[in-house]
């Protein structure tokens, strides 16, 4: 399943921060383009790279799944 609010997330935190695709891709071991298909909801992700984008962000999973408003880890 495809979830736009992780989408969504994942941009907002990549352009926050002025990263580029390559950049992202690199620290989390995908490439430039699966981060942008991860960005525009073209390709579901797994569990071993939604903690990998997570760790990278230092945000939740909760948070990049939707299922909290906020952002910081427990």
Do not use: C
């Amino acid at each position: 399943m495809i979830l736009p609010i992780l989408a969504q997330r994942l941009e907002y935190l990549r352009k926050q921060r002025n990263l580029k695709l390559k950049e992202v891709g690199e620290a989390v071991g995908i490439t430039a383009s699966a981060v942008g298909s991860l960005e525009h909801g073209r390709r579901a992700i797994s569990i071993e790279t939604l903690i990998k984008m997570a760790n990278f962000y230092e945000v939740s999973t909760d948070w990049l799944l939707g299922l909290s408003d906020n952002p910081k880890r427990r």
